[in-house]
């Protein structure tokens, strides 16, 4: 599946002022014309406020339904897990399937008033009546769609958020990059994106999951200096977790966690030893990700190398060896692109048969 947000394609949903006025105004000027002279003119009054109850039916039923139809499709692959991970979280799909639903209905109702006073129109025995009983179920068939007006306001705001999401390719590995706040997260992946220019720096607590993209040079023998081939991947930048359960998560995280649950191939956790004082919770934090995530490869760094000194790096490397000892001692700065990118390379091409079974589960 090639990379794409279903929720651009949705066009902006009216509120149900502007969606009755269109579909008032279509009506009437649809309406006016056909009517013979020939014709006496109670049954021409009878036939235009007929016709004119029929459009309006007609167009508010296509408009509600048109929503219904262009709302992605929560069950199906159009909508990757992590956009409904998200729709969940921030609108709750169970009341977006519900608020559709209810669309449908007020289409049935809209139908029910239509064919009520269809028939009472034909038997209407002055034009005057005709037009009352036409003006009367325009009035209804407004109420109706008066109702749903939180609703679509409410359809809105998510076309709104959800577009905003990026699109991912499900088919290409994916690297999530996870950490405690402010360790370089962000700074790892402009590394590693420098070429590419829709990422820029950046300045900010990332707030939202942003996806990168690069490429993985595949080559021949380990003397080969040309690759042969060049693998497309994905790389994710989260806003920072602390060490604290899922419950007390605040929305900002979820998305983190999202992301690592629906997204990741593989996942690189920054720690960051200027942060001293953080280093446990650090390390607890890892823990619960490396326990909740079991089967997909861990990259564990730590960066800033730059920022510290030789003792510390020196204590560094005991605490290293007495907290994480299965995980070699890999120390970086961010400010060095080509070690990041080399890291970056070193660690697909040894877990490669991983992330290849990871993509195939996602
Ligand atoms: N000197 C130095 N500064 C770094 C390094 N990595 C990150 N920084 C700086 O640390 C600060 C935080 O870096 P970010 O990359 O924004 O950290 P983050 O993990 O994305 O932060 P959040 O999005 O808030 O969780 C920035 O001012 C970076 O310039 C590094 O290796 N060396
Ligand atoms: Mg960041």
Redesign the pocket.
Known sequence: MPSNNPFRAMKPILSAEKLFSIAHDEAMKRSVKGTSENVPLIRRARKKEATRIELLSKALRNRLFQIVEEFPNIGSDEVIDYYVEILDMSFGVDKVRKTLGSFSGSADVIWKIKREYLGDVWHAKTVIEAKHLRRTAYGRMKSVIRKLDDRLKFIEDIRAKMRNMPAFDMEQPTIC?A????????????AVTAAAPEIGV??????EVIVGHFNIPVFAGSDAVKPITEIPCQIV????LLDRSLEERNEIELRAVAALKTLATAIIF?L?YTQNSELNQQINLLKGIKKNFVGIPILIIC?????LSEEQKEKLMEYWTLNIPQNEFIL?????QGEIVQLIQNFYKKNHQEIAKRLKEL
């Open positions: 990059i950490g405690y706040p402010n360790v370089g997260k962000s700074s790892l992946v402009n950046y300045p900010f607590t990332t707030k930048d989260t806003p920072g920054i960051d960066g800033k190398k730059d920022l970086v700065s961010m400010n060095d």
